[in-house]
């Protein structure tokens, strides 16, 4: 974690993609972080990829209590995923 401007932290995010059903890996992309007043969070980041996996990668998304919220794009691909917290 690393501070930043006006509140916010840097995280490393940690992904695992898998691309056109049969090539997958693992790589690390930093984001912004910022804590909203209403206890969400804001995070931005980006990440680039070799061109045939869709180069620069935007990620933009939301945290708040259990849901994870976000979404991606790159040039040849854009998606949304979420996660919720199972107890």
Do not use: C
Not at 5 to 15: C, D, H, L, N, W
Not at 50 to 73: C, M, Q, R
Request: charged letters at 25%; zero cysteines; proline letters at 2%.
């Amino acid at each position: 974690m690393v501070s930043g401007p006006k509140g916010e932290q840097s995280y490393q995010f940690f992904y695992h993609a898998t691309w056109k059903s049969i090539l997958s890996g693992s790589y690390k992309a930093m984001h912004n972080v910022r804590q909203q007043k209403d206890g969400r969070y804001l995070f931005k980041g980006e990440h680039k990829m070799p061109d045939w996996a869709g180069g620069l990668y935007h990620y933009t998304g939301t945290i708040k209590g259990d849901d994870f919220n976000a979404s991606y794009e790159s040039a040849m691909d854009r998606g949304t995923f979420t996660m919720k917290r199972v107890r």
